[in-house]
């Protein structure tokens, strides 16, 4: 859950800066440590800080925290890609798979 919420954290990030829905992001790589603990009833808040712009790689500095803790924290690379080339590279490679 915590890989996912950082995810789609960076994904609204980028969604107002690109050409969105015909430009999308996908997750390259992503380093974090899980420091502490959330129980039920707190709520988690997510921060980013884009660090690189590497052509269409992005890498951003994470944090999370729960209001009592920082929870986790480090890094997460994400890609540009073209939406619809995407889809049809993974629908391809779907069909050859079946």
């Known amino acids: ?3 996912a919420l950082f995810e789609w ?3 609204r990030f980028i969604n ?3 050409n969105f829905p015909e430009e999308q992001s996908v997750g390259i790589g992503v380093n974090l440590s899980h420091t502490a603990a959330t129980p039920p009833g707190l709520t988690v808040t997510v921060r980013g800080e884009l660090l690189e ?3 269409r790689r992005l890498v951003f500095s994470i944090d999370a925290h729960d209001g009592v803790d920082t929870i986790s924290k480090g890094t997460h690379e994400r ?3 073209n ?3 995407f889809i ?3 629908a391809e490679k779907a069909a050859s798979a079946s």
């Open 79 to 81: 890609f540009i890609v």
């Open 16 to 18: 107002e800066h690109i």
């Open 1 to 3: 859950f915590m890989i």
């Open 53 to 55: 712009a590497d052509g």
């Open 88 to 90: 049809k590279k993974a």
């Open 83 to 85: 939406a619809d080339k």
């Open 9 to 11: 954290a960076c994904v």
